[in-house]
């Protein structure tokens, strides 16, 4: 971002003040454009999992209704709470571990676009697999 600023100082009369406030204003905007994206994503990957699971185990949300979920731990996340582990989850499911991110059932750098925002991505994840309990109880 500095960098940008710089090459945007040389290469205009803007003040470098003025260079560095534009591609400030450039790294936020995508910033909230990256956040909009992993939020829409995120609540689309955990309603297909959810589906699945309502599919393979009916009241799977009372069971995991009040306790904290979150996405990135193995031990905390919606597969071990409800079959002990990540992997016996995904094997239970029928679900390649490959195919975990499309299920909401684990973030991965390519399921963010190269986007290295771990701790919005996990909220992001964690709040919608909130939602579709909340749908379900």
């Known amino acids: 971002m500095i960098f940008e600023a710089?090459?945007?100082?040389?290469l205009t009369s803007l003040s470098f003040p003025e260079a560095f406030e534009n591609a400030l204003r450039e790294f936020r905007e995508r910033a909230r454009i990256t956040d909009e994206?992993?939020?829409?994503?995120?609540?689309?990957?955990?309603?297909?999992?959810?589906?699945?699971l309502d599919q393979k185990l009916p009241g799977w949300a009372r069971k995991v209704a009040g306790k904290h979920i979150y996405i990135s731990n193995p031990n905390m996340c919606i597969l071990a709470r409800l079959f002990g582990s990540y992997t016996r989850g995904l094997d239970t499911l029928g679900i390649e571990g490959?195919?975990?991110?499309?299920?909401g059932f684990r973030v991965s750098l390519k399921t963010r676009e190269g986007d290295v925002r771990v701790h919005n991505s996990t909220y992001y994840y964690r709040k919608a697999w909130e939602a579709q309990i909340a749908l379900r109880t």
Do not use: C, M, P, V
């Open 37 to 52: 994206h992993l939020f829409d994503q995120a609540h689309a990957h955990a309603e297909l999992g959810a589906n699945i």
């Open 6 to 10: 710089l090459l945007e100082f040389s």
């Open 98 to 103: 490959t195919e975990a991110d499309r299920f």
